[in-house]
């Protein structure tokens, strides 16, 4: 198994800019795809993107495409969401999750490893 603690969140005003990180221990990190999803007051939890196991590739939703973006570094077990033109409607808890298959997938019922989340706002 992996435990991920996600670390990063804050206060922002619009515009601002946040850099998420989630540490990953237990199993050997690049054995995971990764992702990020965010939940808001009253809404279900949605995809922001994910990234496939060694980094290759990234895909994102569209309500942050060309505002955010994920990395990972296999060597230190982390990945990371750089969020950029942050706007009101970001303000979210974000959870990062991980899955052993490496196929792109959005569903939060794909993926079995979650962390405890760190809340964002971003203030108008």
């Known amino acids: 198994q992996v435990q991920l603690v996600e670390s990063g969140g804050g206060l922002v005003q619009t515009g601002g800019s946040l850099r998420l990180s989630c540490a990953a221990s237990?199993?050997?990190?690049?054995?995971?795809?990764m992702a990020w999803f965010r939940q808001a007051p009253g809404k279900e939890r949605e995809f922001v993107g994910s990234?496939?196991?060694?980094?290759?590739?990234?895909y994102y939703g569209d309500s942050v495409k060309g505002r955010f973006t994920i990395s990972r570094d296999n060597a230190k077990n982390t990945v990371h969401l750089q969020m950029n033109s942050l706007k009101p409607e970001d303000t979210a808890v974000y959870y990062c999750?991980?899955?052993?298959?490496?196929?792109?997938?959005?569903?939060?019922?794909?993926?079995?490893?979650w962390g405890q989340g760190t809340q964002v706002t971003v203030s108008s």
């Open positions: 999750a991980a899955r052993l298959n490496n196929r792109v997938v959005t569903s939060v019922n794909d993926y079995p490893y």
């Open positions: 990234i496939t196991k060694l980094g290759l590739t990234t």
């Open positions: 237990g199993r050997t990190f690049s054995s995971y795809a």
